[in-house]
């Protein structure tokens, strides 16, 4: 079961995105060149940087939801699990994971495809329910409760994953979220 697939029509009106202010502070916004926001689902993230950045590419495995980012317009959207993006290297300057990562179903494997398709002088922003608070750890057992197949990981690990690629990696915490942000070389 694709609990994504079954979310898509109310994704936007259940789940907040991260203030603009924010995303647009961590991520370096605007920049010129391209975006991918992968895991981006319905676009409800990529739609709040459509004017940050020349063009924007949404890769998500679940159709339903890539089809309300393409509804929406202004991003090409594409069908592809984060493990194998079909994408060539050094492709974006940017690349966003908004409350995905821990639905990745091999972790590992995706932080060596997002890195190869960043850019130079790129950047990674990955942000993810803070697991070490309590109300997150909460959350975490009720997706397990409902079969979906999350994976929490503490931040510091995602950043030192990461610093093992050659990333200057560092970790924010507001409330219950927490920013990985790697810049490449």
């Not at 603009?20 to 391209?34: A, F, I, K, S």
């Amino acid at each position: 079961m694709d609990h994504f697939d079954l979310l898509a029509p109310l994704y936007d009106r259940l789940i907040r995105p991260p203030a603009d202010y924010r995303l647009n502070e961590v991520t370096g916004l605007p920049t010129p060149g391209r975006l991918l926001d992968a895991g981006g689902g319905t676009g409800r993230i990529a739609e709040r940087l459509r004017n940050q950045v020349d063009q924007i590419v949404i890769a998500d495995s679940s159709l339903k939801m890539l089809k309300q980012a393409s509804d929406k317009g202004g991003f090409d959207a594409v069908g592809s699990h984060t493990e194998v993006l079909p994408f060539p290297d050094r492709s974006f300057e940017r690349i966003i994971v908004v409350d995905a990562y821990h639905h990745l179903t091999d972790q590992g494997s995706s932080l060596i495809e997002f890195w190869r398709v960043l850019a130079p002088g790129g950047r990674l922003v990955i942000e993810e329910p803070d697991i070490d608070r309590f109300a997150v750890k909460l959350i975490a057992i009720g997706e397990k409760l409902a079969f979906m197949r999350s994976h929490f990981v503490r931040a510091e690990r995602i950043a030192e994953r990461l610093a093992g690629m050659g990333a200057d990696a560092t970790v924010e915490r507001e409330n219950t979220s927490a920013w990985i942000i790697a810049d490449k070389a």
